[in-house]
């Protein structure tokens, strides 16, 4: 994984780890409903952007040279894969 990519999604993670905590003292609180959907539906948006960036790197690096080594099959499987999950969302 490129070194750029690798600190930018250890950094969100973190933050997302963060959010989690927060997360659970609002449940552990009584926080209102609302404001914990809330704070969860933040938390998969940040989660969907980590993907966005491991896809992003995935596909600019290891796609790459699976096309210019013969294995297109290869990328091709991977790439439908990626998108079904994205599909379930």
């Known amino acids: 994984m490129n070194g750029d990519i690798k600190k930018r999604a ?23 409903c609302v404001d914990i959907i809330t704070q969860a539906s933040a938390i998969k948006e940040a989660l969907s952007g980590v993907e966005d960036l491991l896809l992003e790197n995935h596909l600019s690096t290891h796609v790459i040279h699976q096309i210019k080594s013969g294995k297109e099959a290869t990328a091709t499987e991977e790439i439908l894969k990626v998108y079904k999950l994205k599909r379930k969302k």
């Open 10 to 32: 250890s950094r969100r993670l973190k933050i997302i780890e963060g959010q989690i905590r927060g997360l659970q003292k609002m449940v552990e609180d009584d926080a209102y």
